[in-house]
């Protein structure tokens, strides 16, 4: 270890975060203007002011016991100079034969000889000099790098009378390496200030301002000894008082201005301290006015705050190590310790902190001493389970939820670091030293509950901060990154020699070289490391490998970038690299066999190399240019299609027609590459030509919906006998459709009543539904000779994937296509109908049939004008796309018939006697769909159609009163109401839009347009149906 000069800095350390001469970061806060050796003295003056009431302290009352080892002859009354602790008292001597506590930390005994901790009547040798650097010189507040030899610490000139046990107050000296002189001071002063007030609590003592007052310049050697002495006693007040108080300071405050010239001004020469001095009594005014700032006077809060408390507890736990051998704890720890607790009060420390800050040093003092005694490591794991006790319980401080965080962040950062990284930092000679190193990682990561790695660089500075998955194995973490990092030094050197020789022969035999590397990493994975994880892992040796599998597999995949040729390089390289794969996957299956799922879930992170498919990549990408150009075709036609036909023997879009051919040439050239064509490359071709094809039906099926034709039905009201007709016709509801304008049908041919020669009045976006129609027959038709070309080829060699197998029984490579074409002609079709009936046949239809009075308002007008549409129709569209188009008109007409009957509006009014004519005019309307055309619509399929229809119209030669009889109960039913009481009302039944004889609402609309007293009356009573207008 390097020694460190006496006077380094503590803020330095603290400031740089980092341990000196570790990497272990220190979770304690920083402390400006304390050395290490100040903190220490300045903790062991605490100490011992907290226990000077304990035996071997100097109180009057301490009884003494003593071991069996040593005899009843010792008196302990002479010691030398420094250990005489009042001639009334008798000395505590430390002589438990085990330790409780190092029992449970599973720590050995020392088990040294009673003679090996006496005190002679000559003092020790450290009384007599200045003492030299704490224990552990690396450590902060504590630690030497000093390895004292066995009893060097001791004169070995005869003693003049018997020895005896230390007491703990001596040795605590002696481990604090305090000089006697210092000792002696300290006592005196305790004694001058505490006569008569045996009692007093230490919390009640400002120990600094009191020694500054009792200690004269006198007891030291000079005058500059005493000048850094009492610096220390100054900036430990600055430190307790105004830097870090533990109740927070106006910067205002008078007194804590005073104090800081009075600082200011011993920095070039010493106060003077006498009792007379105004310096002196400004300075204990204002120590005692800060220090007793909070409700009770009689507690003074000068060393409480964090965090110099901190700091000074951590000193005074570091004096647990033996000055002789620093990687060994003192065998009297269970009395030191006891003592500590004394300080507790004065310092602001609880048993949680306590704890965390014991954990720390253990863990500290193994990093120190160069990883050299494990024991420690386990000590300070076996604290963590106190730490995680303490840190489960709801009442905690805010401060030590803190300090739980920073400190368990140091302890994990450190050990992460290793174990992130454990193939450099762990050897064949201490591959072991995971063992202890992984449990404490373990734990304190529970305890944190939060999956936080804290990665810290060469550089010691800020740590890079890495988020975990919190459902995650931290062990599967820490082998992933540590064969990552182990791998990435060859991966940058590989990549950096691949990209000079990315062209030449170089490259492939740096790949063959680095999958020989790393089948030797595995190996060597597999027997140091993995059977040490396995204990918390069982699948160690498996993740390692998958790892290892994912780093090659990222070099083979740069390698393979930008390789637009197949060389005999290559291929070896394809092929060395399934001969390491096949290794690999053998690792995992090996440590996989005792898995719950039997390493499935390991083996499916390893994306296989697919070396035999990389060979047919160029065609791959063949195929992609292929498939690109004719999305570039599809996406023209999105942009410039009108749904213009070809030409007369073409009837469908010309995008249809160059998509097409593309898709076949395609296939043609597919065919003539001359290598093996397996069904898997047959399969992807087609799957991307049938993605095209199905983007391109809903393309050509995107022209709206039904909906935008039908007219907003008109709302419900009774028939006036006494209005005109006339004046119904001013009131009538105007069509809502939407689409073009209704007179004018965008370049369509009027409806002119020519005589006997109507002409068609389907407007031309009609016509280019017509054209859609056409294309989706046409595309489907052309999918069937596609799939003959692709199934039927005898080039095709047999699958390699399962997955394709059960789809080759199919009968079709296009069959989703297929069925999307089918679905896309029946919205089409939909689409072209209602078009055709509500708005292109508007005036004949919705806006005039049966408009006034039904005998001067029949079908006849309408249906020579649907015969020519229909017509027009079949002359347009091709023969497989007539009949499905022909039944959607028929649907349509169908439906505006039902519309004209129950949603006509105020210019439609029914009597009983018109369901006559209706009836058939309905039956002329049924005739048209069944003469049109040779045999289009089956005669049976208009009969069933027009079921609906015809009930309405059966309804409507039904009495009014049988009407209402018939909407009564249906209502009821169709409610759960059950029979309608007295005063009750029937309820208003909604409109569904699914018209048919037995629905209440259909009913009640036949009610509403029949003139008729009963059924005006019935409407008013049961609806209050206002009149119309």
């Avoid at 030899?149 to 040795?171: D, K, M, N």
């Avoid at 039927?792 to 789809?807: D, G, I, M, S, W």
């Avoid at 129950?902 to 005019?921: P, T």
Wanted: hydrophobic fraction near 35%; charged fraction near 25%; include cysteine.
């Amino acid at each position: 270890m390097v020694h460190h000069s006496r006077r380094e800095s503590f803020s330095d350390m603290a400031g740089s975060v980092v341990c000196p001469d570790t990497d272990l970061l220190w979770p304690f806060g920083k402390l400006d203007g304390l050395d290490r050796d100040e903190i220490r003295e300045t903790a062991y003056e605490i100490f011992f002011a907290a226990c000077r009431s304990s035996p071997g302290f100097g109180g009057r009352t301490a009884l003494t016991f003593y071991s069996k080892h040593n005899g009843g002859d010792n008196q302990g009354e002479g010691g030398g100079s420094g250990s005489g602790f009042g001639s009334l008292g008798r000395k505590e001597v430390v002589t438990t034969p085990t330790s409780r506590v190092k029992r449970a930390l599973g720590l050995k005994m020392l088990k040294r000889s009673p003679s090996r901790r006496m005190s002679t009547t000559i003092g020790t040798a450290l009384g007599a000099k200045s003492a030299p650097s704490s224990p552990g010189t690396g450590s902060i507040g504590g630690g030497s790098s000093l390895h004292i030899s066995q009893g060097a610490g001791f004169l070995t000139v005869p003693p003049s009378r018997p020895r005896r046990p230390l007491t703990s107050a001596e040795i605590m000296r002696q481990q604090m390496r305090v000089t006697e002189q210092g000792d002696t001071r300290l006592r005196k002063t305790l004694t001058r200030t505490l006569v008569g007030q045996t009692g007093r609590g230490a919390e009640t003592i400002i120990l600094p301002l009191e020694l500054l007052r009792h200690v004269k310049t006198s007891e030291f050697g000079d005058a500059h000894e005493y000048q850094i002495w009492q610096r220390r006693q100054l900036k430990v007040l600055e430190a307790g008082l105004l830097l870090h108080p533990s109740i927070p300071l106006d910067k205002t405050n008078n007194f804590a201005m005073r104090l800081r010239e009075i600082i200011r001004q011993s920095e070039t020469k010493p106060i003077d301290t006498g009792k007379s001095s105004e310096t002196m009594s400004t300075l204990c005014n204002a120590v005692v006015s800060l220090a007793c700032r909070n409700t009770n006077p009689d507690v003074c809060h000068w060393s409480d705050g964090y965090p110099l408390n901190i700091h000074l507890y951590v000193a005074l736990l570091q004096s647990i190590f033996d000055i002789r051998d620093e990687t060994l704890v003192l065998d009297e720890i269970d009395e030191l310790l006891e003592l500590m607790k004394k300080t507790w009060s004065m310092l602001g420390i609880t048993r949680p902190v306590h704890n965390l800050c014991f954990t720390w040093v253990l863990f500290h003092q193994y990093i120190v001493t160069s990883q050299m005694e494990p024991d420690l490591l386990g000590a300070s794991h076996a604290m963590l389970a106190e730490v995680a006790n303490d840190a489960k319980k709801s009442d905690r401080e805010a401060l030590y939820v803190k300090l739980l965080t920073s400190t368990l962040a140091s302890m994990q950062g450190w050990t992460e670091k290793r174990l992130l990284s454990y193939h450099d930092y762990f050897q064949r000679g201490n591959v072991g030293l995971i063992e202890n190193l992984l449990p404490l990682a373990l734990s304190s990561s529970k305890i944190v509950g939060e999956d936080v790695t804290i990665s810290q660089g060469n550089s010691q500075e800020k740590g890079d901060v890495k988020l975990v998955d919190s459902s995650g194995d931290r062990v599967d973490y820490y082998i992933r990154a540590s064969i990552k990092n182990s791998f990435s030094k060859v991966i940058e050197n590989m990549k950096a020699k691949t990209a000079v020789a990315e062209e030449g022969k170089e490259a492939a035999k740096m790949l063959l070289e680095l999958a020989k590397e790393t089948e030797e990493l595995a190996l060597r994975e597999r027997e140091c490391f993995s059977p040490i994880l396995k204990r918390w892992y069982s699948v160690a040796a498996g993740v390692a490998s998958v790892s290892l599998h994912q780093c090659y597999g990222s070099m083979l995949m740069q390698y393979l970038a930008g390789r637009s040729t197949i060389t005999k390089e290559t291929v070896e390289v394809l092929q060395t690299a399934g001969k390491l794969e096949k290794v690999l996957v053998q690792m995992v299956a090996e440590e996989s066999e005792e898995c719950d799922d039997g390493g499935k879930g390991l083996v499916r992170e390893m994306v296989p190399y697919e070396v035999e498919s990389i060979i047919l990549r160029l065609l791959k990408q063949w195929t992609e240019e292929k498939l690109k150009t004719v999305h570039e075709c599809l996406s023209r036609a999105k942009e410039a299609e009108t749904w213009n036909p070809k030409s007369k023997s073409e009837p469908y879009a010309q995008s249809a027609g160059e998509l097409m051919k593309l898709a076949k040439d395609a296939i043609d050239e597919f065919f003539e590459i001359p290598i093996g064509i397996t069904e898997d490359l047959v399969h992807d071709l087609a799957e991307g030509l049938e993605q095209l094809f199905q983007e391109y039906t809903a393309f050509v099926a995107s022209c709206g919906s039904k909906q935008s034709y039908i007219p907003t039905l008109p709302p419900l009201t009774r028939c006036n006998r006494d209005s005109k007709f006339v004046k119904l016709w001013k009131k009538a509801t105007p069509c809502t459709a939407s689409g073009e304008d209704l007179n004018n049908l965008s370049g369509g041919a009027p409806v002119i009543s020519d005589g006997n020669h109507p002409r068609p009045s389907t407007s031309r976006g009609t016509q280019r539904l017509y054209i859609r129609l056409n294309t989706l027959h046409f595309l489907s038709s052309q999918l069937h000779s596609l799939n003959k070309a692709l199934s039927l080829n005898p080039k095709v060699l047999p699958a390699a994937r399962k997955r394709y197998r059960e789809r080759t029984n199919s009968s079709s490579y296009f069959d989703f296509t297929q069925a999307g074409i089918e679905t896309a002609c029946q919205h089409v079709s939909e689409v072209a109908a209602y078009r055709l009936i509500f708005l292109d046949s508007y005036s004949v239809f919705y806006e005039s049939l049966y408009t006034g009075d039904v005998a001067n308002a029949r079908i006849k007008p309408a249906l020579r004008i649907l015969k020519q549409n229909l017509t027009l129709m079949t002359a347009i569209l091709a023969d497989r796309a007539q009949a499905l188009a022909m039944r959607e008109v028929m649907k349509a007409s169908f439906e505006v018939v039902l519309t004209v009957l129950l949603a006509g509006g105020h210019s439609r009014v029914f009597y009983r006697s018109d369901h006559e004519l209706i009836e058939e005019d309905f039956e002329s309307l049924k005739k048209v769909y069944c003469t049109c055309g040779e045999g289009l619509i089956p005669e049976e399929v208009v009969d069933r159609e027009a079921e609906t229809v015809e009930g309405v119209i059966q309804l409507m030669s039904q009495p009014t009163e049988q009407l209402m009889e018939d909407f009564s109960i249906v209502t009821c039913e169709s409610s759960g109401m059950g029979l309608v009481g007295t005063g009750q009302k029937l309820p208003m039944p909604p409109t569904t839009g699914r018209w048919n004889r037995s629905d209440p609402n259909t009913i009640l609309r036949v009610l509403c347009y029949r003139d008729d007293r009963v059924a005006n009356q019935f409407l008013k009573k049961s609806f209050q149906l206002g009149k119309r207008r």
